[in-house]
């Protein structure tokens, strides 16, 4: 009987393994066949020479960290006009496959007990930081994703104008959406020496301010892994730093990954101290009328104006705020009319992207017209959990609705222009939809942007591309689309359309 019994068994497990195998059969030929739709769209077997993480990259496992505190520093960061780009390098699928057998990504080692990575010296010395004793500094923790860095940039920097105060700019930093663990500098990608003469304000950057050798970043990248863990190493090396509490950051407010990150790797503490009492010039707006319906502190800094009023006679040499993102403005988008729409992408940047468009639509080359899209998806759920049903549509719209707005677009340009693809969208069949719509999506897996602009040149390629388009076409949930939005009319004179 149990001679029968076990054999029962053992056909039931091979009917079982023959099941499994046809299924994943199946599956694979499904997926090839959606792998076939798109690559009708593109027919060609090699593709360009790659780097190995974008900021949208479905190959999540292929990550590099530099070892500097300037990453992907290409250009001259004084913002003069770099040489051009090198043409694109075509590889063989083969040769890709390889380079990403042979690539050991880091993510692996975020999660490494710090006891098991290479020793560091014992004699590390602690880091300067290097203010001019006749200058007065303001300075700001960044914040979130990069366009939300960027829109912290353009409140800090709007502030500091109205003080005057010299702006010390943190740099791009790494946040949740990746694991890189590193940061670059604004002036890899944007004109600070231009966005002086033109808002005269001063500006210098962190990484100049607060040099690290090569043993220092390491010691600030091995804390970010450690996270809250006590890293004696980096104790002894951090300085503390007095960090104003802004919109209830630092006190009511929980610090946000990037923060941390910012502050673990520049190696300092902040000592967060509460803000002078409101002045009674300044005016008190209705929280939910302004918006800041997130912050019920009364005595909270929330508008730019009460920010103003609290510091404009502050006698410290560096006023540091803990947050500058979420400070609303009820008169107006100050920021942006004032200092945000004066940075201005270096010429490098746009190059770059011109040879992407070109790659991507050879027509654009007589005319340069082409109609972008931006398709966010990633964790914009996160942004649309609470909204209703009706909400919800407008908040993650279904392609068809983007669709339709690039028919519109269509009509706008007076003709069917090449339409390019910015998305951070890691579904197939949103790929192939777009394929079989005739669209072509940009991957920055399949480019050298990394390898050329640094780990932020996908985002802000993408950011150039958009805001050069003859139509755009937004995801109005998106911080990103709305600031290429503000571009779009402020440099051009046209207007974004959102499904």
């Known amino acids: 009987m149990s001679g029968m019994r076990t054999l ?14 046809l299924y994943h059969l199946s599956t694979n030929l499904q997926n090839m066949e959606a792998n076939n739709v798109y690559h009708s769209q593109y027919p060609t077997t090699q593709i360009t020479s790659i780097n190995n993480i974008a900021s949208n990259s479905t190959r999540a496992g292929n990550i590099h960290m530099n070892s500097n505190n300037n990453i992907g520093n290409t250009g001259d960061t004084n913002g003069h006009y770099a040489p051009p780009i090198s043409p694109p390098v075509v590889v063989s699928d083969s040769e890709l496959d390889q ?27 602690k880091a300067k930081t290097l203010l001019d004793p006749n200058v007065k500094y303001l300075s700001f923790m960044t914040y979130a994703g990069l366009t939300n860095q960027f829109m912290a940039l353009e409140n800090a920097a709007y502030v500091a104008l109205r003080i005057n105060r010299t702006l010390i700019i943190p740099p791009i930093t790494t946040n949740s959406h990746d694991n890189h663990n590193s940061n670059q500098r604004w002036s ?22 607060r040099p690290l050798n090569a043993d220092q970043i390491e010691v600030g990248k091995r804390q970010v892994r450690a996270g809250g863990k006590h890293y004696p190493i980096w104790e002894k090396l951090a300085d503390n730093l007095t960090c104003q509490v802004i919109y209830g950051f630092g006190d009511s407010e929980r610090l946000h990954t990037t923060e941390l990150t910012f502050a673990r790797q520049f190696l300092f503490r902040p000592q967060f101290v509460r803000p002078p009492p409101r002045k009674n010039k ?13 912050n019920l502190n009364m005595d909270d800094i929330v508008t730019i104006d009460d920010l103003v009023d609290r510091y404009e006679d502050n006698s410290d040499q560096l006023l540091f705020l803990s947050h ?47 109609i972008a899209v931006h398709v966010r998806r990633g964790d914009i759920w996160q942004k649309c959990r609470d909204k209703t049903e009706e909400e919800m549509v407008t908040c993650i719209v279904p392609l068809g609705r983007y669709a339709e707005a690039v028919e519109t677009a269509y009509r706008i340009a007076g003709e069917r222009l090449p ?9 197939e069949e949103d790929h192939v939809a777009m394929a079989k719509l005739g669209w072509r999506r940009l991957n920055h897996n399949l480019y050298t942007t990394e390898k050329e602009l640094g780990i932020f040149g996908p985002a802000l390629v993408d950011a150039a591309i958009l805001v050069n388009a003859e139509v755009m076409v937004g995801s109005y949930s998106s911080s990103m689309s709305r600031v290429a939005a503000r571009r779009q009319r402020g440099w ?8």
Not at 10 to 21: A, K, R
């Open 8 to 21: 029962r068994i053992l056909s039931m497990g091979i009917v079982l393994f023959t099941g499994l195998s």
């Open 99 to 125: 380079k990403q057998t042979n690539d050991h990504s880091p993510q692996g080692s975020l999660l490494l007990p710090i006891s098991k990575e290479t020793p560091l010296p014992p004699d590390i010395p």
């Open 188 to 209: 890899d990608f944007f004109d600070l020496s231009q966005f002086s003469t033109l808002t005269g304000l001063k500006v210098v950057e962190w990484s100049d301010i």
């Open 282 to 294: 300044t005016q008190v707006f209705d929280r939910a009328y302004i918006g800041s319906k997130d």
């Open 324 to 370: 500058s993102f979420k400070l609303k403005d009820p008169l107006g988008r100050r920021s942006w009319f004032l200092v945000g729409r004066h940075l201005h992408f270096l010429p490098k940047v746009n190059d770059y992207a011109k040879q992407l468009i070109l790659h991507h639509a050879p027509e654009t080359k007589e005319h340069g017209k082409y």
């Open 419 to 427: 339409v390019l693809v910015a998305t951070d969208s890691q579904s």
């Open 492 to 499: 051009r004179q046209r207007e974004a359309l959102y499904p």
